[in-house]
Nanobody, 115 residues
Framework: QVQLVESGGGLVQAGGSLRLSCAAS????????MDWYRQAPGKQRELVAG???????NYLESVKGRFTISRDSAKNTVYLQMNSLKPEDTGIYYC?????????WGQGTQVTVSS
């Protein structure tokens, strides 16, 4: 399994930006499907952004145009750039890596957006 460590969360005002990082232990991160999920209090975990090994991306409808997922294979790191943040973006953000039947999760990083 891949070890994943998220960072970059914090408290930000509405309209602000944060960049989350997910450092992975995998040597060839580019072959993994990498995703960012989030879980708000009292809600189910939801997929926010995904990045395939081929470079295709997909986003939750409510974050399209505001969030960008990217990968730096040389640094074995995946990022989630979050702009124009809204209070409803508040939650714990988790990094996820998948390869075949293998699935790994990070411990999560808290993002809080104040109005």
């Amino acid at each position: 399994q891949v070890q994943l460590v998220e960072s970059g969360g914090g408290l930000v005002q509405a309209g602000g930006s944060l960049r989350l990082s997910c450092a992975a232990s995998a040597r060839f991160l580019g072959i993994y499907v990498m995703d960012w999920y989030r879980q708000a209090p009292g809600k189910q975990r939801e997929l926010v952004a995904g990045l395939t090994s081929g470079g295709s991306t997909n986003y939750l409808e409510s974050v399209k145009g505001r969030f960008t997922i990217s990968r730096d294979s040389a640094k074995n790191t995946v990022y989630l750039q979050m702009n124009s943040l809204k209070p409803e973006d508040t939650g714990i953000y988790y990094c996820h890596a998948a390869l075949g039947k293998s699935s790994s999760w990070g411990q999560g990083t808290q993002v809080t957006v104040s109005s």
